[in-house]
């Protein structure tokens, strides 16, 4: 027997459509990682970015439970001497919407090359219109 290997020019890669309205954070993030990363094909390999392309509309409907709009607190440093910021997830709802989906799954995916280039397959959305239509996308129920 010999293990198979999939190559990434010859994976089938399908578009889903994803309506973040009341659903959990990290329940949603989970699940869309794991379809960037193609873990629900029976091709995955792990050094191969064998997943699919995810739009997400309405990422400022997003739910997260208890206090964690005031006490999830996202940081990011300039680089200088004491330039440590943070921001609270109610604010950088607020500022960014779509940041907030994007810095929960950026934290499930690899941290590496593979990962980054997995990112760039999820395309986040605020309101319910998307520009694509044309790649005939399907309805993910999560």
Do not use: C
């Not at 010999?2 to 699940?31: C, M, N, P, S």
């Not at 006490?71 to 440590?84: A, D, F, T």
């Not at 280039?117 to 694509?132: D, S, T």
Request: net charge positive.
């Amino acid at each position: 027997m010999k293990t198979f290997v999939a190559k990434e020019r010859e994976v089938d890669r399908k578009w889903y459509l994803v309506d973040a309205e009341d659903k959990i954070l990290g329940r949603l993030a989970t699940q869309i990682a794991m379809r960037l990363r193609g873990k629900h094909k029976p091709i995955y390999t792990p050094h191969a970015d064998t997943g699919d392309f995810i739009v997400v509309v309405n990422a400022e409907k997003v739910a997260l439970s208890g206090k964690k709009w005031d006490k999830k607190i996202y940081y990011r440093h300039s680089g200088y001497i004491g330039g440590l910021k943070e921001i609270s997830a109610r604010k950088l709802l607020e500022k960014k919407p779509e940041d907030v989906l994007r810095f929960a799954v950026k934290g499930m995916l690899p941290k590496n090359s593979l990962g980054r280039r997995q990112l760039k397959k999820l395309k986040i959305y605020v309101g319910p219109e998307n520009p694509h239509e044309a790649q005939q996308l399907e309805a993910l129920e999560i």
